[in-house]
C-alpha cells in the first residue's frame, strides 16, 4: 500500500511565480491535511480537506494561498505570487476518517529565490 | 484542544531504554494521546496512540497515567537513528473533525 505521495519533492520558484505542490493520499483516505514548517520551526496547520469540501483553512494565509482537493486527482497546494518568507517545506498528510490518526508524505521544500 | 508539555531535549545512551515525558494535564476524557516523530528532513512518522490504556507497538510503548494527565513514550532499546524530534499531541479522535496541532516537541539525540 503506497504511502502519501507528494510532489514535486524540491521546487525552486522566482519571487512573483506560481508555486503548485501535489498531494496523493494513501489508497482509501479521502481526507487531507497540508502542513507548513518553516526552517527550524515546527509543523503549523494550514487547511483540513475531504474530498471537493474545504472543512478547516484556519492556517491559510489570507493571501495568495490556496488549497483543493477534487474528486479526481490529487489535491493542489498553490501560492500566487511567491515570496521569499514562503520558503519552507510544506507537508501533506492524509486519513481514511475525520479524527483518524493521520499518516504524512514526505514533503515538499519550497525555495523562493 | 488540550495543550502538552514536553522537554526541548533529551540525550540516550545507544541501547538503553528512551523515556519521553508529556504533560497533558487538560486533556477531556475523550481525547486521545498521539505520538509522532520528525527524523531530519523527514515528514512526521506516526509511533502509537492511546486513551487511557497503556499501549504497546513494535515501535514502542506508551505509558498513560491513571488520572490521564501526563504519558510517557518508550523506546525499549534506543538506536542511532531514533534521534529525532518527537512530538506528543493530544487528539478528540475518530469522527470529530480535529485537527493534529504539534507544538515544539522533544530532541531526542541518542548517543553512541
Known amino acids: 500500500n503506497a504511502g502519501v505521495m507528494q510532489n514535486p519533492r524540491h521546487l525552486v520558484r522566482r519571487r512573483g511565480q506560481e508555486a503548485r505542490l501535489r498531494c496523493s493520499p494513501m489508497k482509501g483516505h479521502s481526507h487531507v491535511y497540508w502542513y507548513r514548517q518553516l526552517p527550524e520551526e515546527g509543523l503549523k496547520f494550514m487547511v483540513y480537506l475531504q474530498k471537493e469540501n474545504i472543512i478547516d483553512e484556519s492556517g491559510m494565509p489570507k493571501e495568495r494561498f490556496s488549497a483543493e482537493f477534487p474528486k479526481e486527482g490529487p489535491s493542489i497546494l498553490r501560492i500566487q505570487q511567491v515570496v521569499r518568507g514562503d520558503s519552507a517545506a510544506y507537508f501533506c498528510a492524509s486519513s481514511p476518517l475525520a479524527g483518524d490518526t493521520i499518516y504524512f508524505g514526505e514533503g515538499s521544500w519550497l525555495t523562493v529565490v | 484542544d488540550a495543550k502538552t508539555t514536553q522537554p526541548p531535549s533529551m540525550d540516550c545512551a545507544e541501547g538503553r531504554a528512551a523515556n519521553l515525558p508529556c504533560n497533558h494535564s487538560?486533556?477531556?476524557?475523550?481525547?486521545?494521546v498521539y505520538w509522532y516523530r520528525q527524523i531530519h528532513s523527514q515528514g512526521p512518522q506516526y509511533i502509537i496512540h492511546g486513551l487511557k490504556n497503556n499501549e504497546t507497538n513494535e515501535m514502542a510503548s506508551l505509558i498513560i497515567t491513571e488520572d490521564r494527565k501526563s504519558s510517557t513514550l518508550i523506546l525499549p532499546h534506543a538506536t542511532l537513528r531514533d534521534t529525532a524530534v518527537y512530538y506528543c499531541i493530544v487528539s478528540l479522535g475518530l469522527n470529530t473533525g480535529n485537527q493534529f496541532y504539534f507544538g515544539t516537541g522533544t530532541s531526542l539525540t541518542v548517543i553512541p
Open positions: 487538560t486533556i477531556s476524557g475523550n481525547e486521545y
